[in-house]
C-alpha cells in the first residue's frame, strides 16, 4: 500500500486572507550636498490583494530614509548609513501595552494616545 494518494497540500493560495506585508521601492538619487544629503525610498504596506493597509507590524518597518555620506567612492555600498527622522528621545515611551492598535486604528491625533503611546505614535 502506496500513502502518496492521501498527501495533505503543501502549499496553497491565501485568496485574500493573507497578512498585509511591508513593501519597499527602489532607494531615489541622493538628495543634497555631502554630507548632508538624504536618500528616499518608497515604504508601504500592502495586502494580498496589493491595496494599502493599515495592519502590518510599525516594528519591522523598513527605513524611509538613509544618510548620503562621502567616504570612498570606489565602494558605492559604503556611502549609506541608515538615519532616523528624530534623535532619541528618552522621554516619549509607550505608557500601556498595545500600543500598535492604536497606531492601526489612527488613534494617535488624541491627546490621550500621544501620551501614553508617544514612541508608537511618534514612529508611525
Not at 544629503?37 to 510599525?58: F, I, P, W
Amino acid at each position: 500500500m502506496t500513502c502518496s494518494a492521501h498527501k495533505p497540500e503543501t502549499e496553497r493560495a491565501c485568496r485574500g486572507s493573507c497578512l498585509p506585508s511591508w513593501y519597499v521601492g527602489e532607494w531615489g538619487a541622493c538628495e543634497g550636498n555631502c554630507p548632508s544629503g538624504m536618500q528616499k525610498r518608497e515604504v508601504r504596506c500592502l495586502d494580498a490583494n496589493g491595496h494599502e493597509s493599515n495592519y502590518c507590524n510599525t516594528e519591522e518597518m523598513p527605513i524611509l530614509k538613509r544618510a548620503c555620506t562621502c567616504t570612498r567612492k570606489e565602494d558605492p555600498r559604503d556611502r549609506y548609513q541608515p538615519i532616523h527622522d528624530e534623535p532619541n528621545d528618552r522621554s516619549c515611551v509607550d505608557k500601556i501595552r498595545n500600543c500598535y492598535l492604536a497606531v492601526q486604528a489612527r488613534l494617535c491625533k488624541y491627546a490621550y494616545y500621544k501620551t501614553h503611546c508617544c514612541d508608537s505614535c511618534r514612529n508611525k
